[in-house]
């Protein structure tokens, strides 16, 4: 048998965080951004400096603000938004295919944990299966 370490919950958390294929961010009580990993980057091109204190920059101009205000009462009334498909806009424009799901936290400062997955190739493949079925 090898010799293995035990890894602590810290390291165990760590580990996840940094390498999980999912974007996963944190969101304040005003709607910004306070973390993010590193698939966040890999997937939308944004970091955490790039956005600042705007309010979600990587949401597409058909998630307007109110739909924004609607998600962000639902999050402080401690209600999660299961997973859903939309768009999010990459820092260089390309517009991406989303699978997201936000979980309401209400842990200090922070309201919400949320998910977004890159499904921009599945989406691809079922099209042109289902064109290649009507052809």
């Not at 890894?7 to 969101?27: H, R, S, Y």
């Amino acid at each position: 048998m090898g010799n293995y370490t035990l890894v602590t919950g810290k390291e165990q958390f760590e580990l996840i965080w940094e390498n999980i294929n999912e974007a996963i961010f944190t969101i304040a009580r005003d709607g910004s951004v306070t973390h993010i990993n590193p698939a966040f980057t890999n997937i939308l091109g944004w970091d955490l400096k790039d956005i600042g204190t705007n309010k979600f920059p990587f949401f597409t101009d058909e998630f307007n603000y109110s739909e924004q205000r609607e998600l962000l009462n639902k999050l402080k009334k401690g209600q999660s938004i299961p997973y859903f498909e939309t768009k999010r806009r990459r820092k260089d424009g390309e517009l991406v295919d989303i699978l997201a799901s936000y979980r309401s936290v209400n842990k200090g400062d922070i309201l919400a944990v949320a998910m977004d997955k890159d499904i921009t190739s599945e989406k691809g493949l079922k099209e042109q299966l289902e064109v290649s079925e009507f052809c």
